[in-house]
């Protein structure tokens, strides 16, 4: 099967035309969508029609996939390995806000996703969108001096201090998330296993502290690694249509959620997190 690549942008994405993500993809097919994706970092499949069943066939050509034990409450009630990423929780019909800072999925996790596939079911009239960043190039925009003080110096990342979570959940929910999602460390300069470039790794949704530094010191150091890694030109906004799948690489992309929307209007989407590699190790009580 064979497709054309068109960039998005000139930090990073590109559309794949011509693929029917519901077919078997043979092995040369898969191999060139993994330099694309390894090139781009992030991949878009426009008009795809995607079950829940037919988006998990097609992800596992990625690698393995996370059943989101992590986040149970948004899991798809069949399929575990759909998170279900929408503006109203399905039991009450309340909203939600999700992701709505920059982030990397499951990076409070001892295996951060390696990538992560969302497909459009249902969108707003106008807005939702999701913006993209490369943190390759937010790395190699640091000075050497900077670049080797962070290099080998590990951050705190902790699911609860999310803005969306301090809003929206009770106190003893902040509590289960807690028990359930214990803090890492992880390493501030992420080396990519498939390519051996050098990313940058922490985002302002997860991220608490650099390891040796008080809150109060890491602060400063942090917002400035957000503003540098987010700045305009290393960003791609992606302006969803329905039954479109977009494909990014945790491990040198952050991505955030747009309230850019009426938010009375539905947006419904649904994901698939690839499991990454071991990575990090756990914050110990003082
Ligand atoms: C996510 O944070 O994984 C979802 C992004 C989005 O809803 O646009």
């Known amino acids: 099967m064979s497709f054309k690549v068109r960039k998005l942008g000139s930090a990073l994405g590109a559309e794949v035309i011509g693929l029917d993500l519901t077919q078997t993809l043979d092995e040369d097919t898969i191999a060139a969508l993994l330099a694309a994706w390894s090139e781009h970092l992030i991949l878009l499949f426009r008009d795809q029609s995607l079950t829940p069943a037919r988006q998990i066939a097609f992800s596992r050509y990625f690698g393995e996939l996370d059943d989101h034990a992590a986040i149970p409450k948004f899991r798809h009630a069949e399929h575990p390995e759909i998170l279900m990423v929408n503006n109203r929780e399905a039991a009450t019909n309340k909203r939600l806000s999700v992701g709505r800072q920059w982030h990397s999925d499951l990076s409070t996790t001892l295996r951060p996703a390696k990538g992560s596939l969302l497909h459009a079911i249902q969108l707003p009239m106008v807005g939702g969108d999701t913006m993209f960043c490369n943190m390759y190039r937010a790395w190699d925009g640091l000075s050497p001096l900077l670049q080797e003080w962070l290099s080998g110096r590990d951050a705190i990342h902790d699911m609860t201090i999310a803005r969306e979570t301090q809003l929206q959940r009770t106190h003893a929910e902040l509590e289960e998330i807690r028990l359930r999602n214990p803090r890492v460390y992880q390493p501030i300069?992420?080396?990519?296993e498939a390519t051996g470039k050098k990313a940058l790794y922490v985002s302002e949704m997860t991220t608490s502290q650099i390891d040796g530094l008080t809150?109060?010191?890491?602060?400063?150091i942090l917002e400035y690694l957000y503003?540098?890694?987010t700045v305009h030109e290393n960003?791609?906004?992606?302006?969803?249509?329905k039954g479109d799948s977009v494909l990014w690489d945790n491990r040198c992309v952050m991505h955030i959620a747009l309230a850019d929307y009426d938010d009375s209007e539905r947006r419904t989407m649904h994901r698939t997190t690839?499991?990454?590699s071991p990575s990090g190790r756990l914050v110990q009580a003082a």
């Open 235 to 241: 960003v791609y906004r992606h302006v969803w249509r």
């Open 215 to 220: 809150r109060e010191e890491s602060q400063p």
């Open 227 to 229: 503003r540098q890694s």
């Open 274 to 276: 690839l499991k990454g």
């Open 189 to 192: 300069c992420r080396i990519h």
